[in-house]
């Protein structure tokens, strides 16, 4: 079972990025996939979910700004960030839950200079 996510960098404020979270080795449909972030010296966040059926759950603080994509039923995720700000910085983890566990991928970096 693997979590990859991908799509990291740095960007200006203002700018966008999109990350992709592949979740593989999992036998069925993972019924969430998403991202949490967590910055230096802070808790870890949600930032955005989907499920299976599209339903979606999205941070206040980044509604409006980022949109989480998936295909139907494939264990595949994409969070388009746009209109990115300086307090976006942070490692983003992609997210699963699948049978009543959690599951967590690496991080990727994301940087948003001034």
């Known amino acids: 079972v693997q979590l990859q996510a991908s799509g990291g960098g740095l960007v200006q404020a203002g700018g966008s990025l999109r990350l992709s979270c592949v979740a593989s080795?999992?036998?069925?449909?993972?019924?969430?996939l998403g991202w949490y972030r967590q910055a230096p010296g802070k808790q870890r966040d949600l930032v955005a979910t989907?499920?299976?059926?599209?339903?979606?759950t999205i941070a206040d603080a980044v509604k409006g700004r980022f949109t989480i994509s998936r295909n139907g039923s494939a264990n595949m995720a994409y969070l388009q960030m746009d209109s990115l700000k300086v307090e976006d910085t942070a490692n983003y983890f992609c997210?699963?839950?699948?049978?009543?566990?959690?599951?967590w991928g690496q991080g990727t970096l994301v940087t948003v200079s001034s």
């Open positions: 989907v499920t299976t059926s599209g339903i979606t």
């Open positions: 080795g999992f036998i069925f449909s993972v019924g969430t």
């Open positions: 997210y699963a839950y699948y049978r009543r566990r959690d599951y």
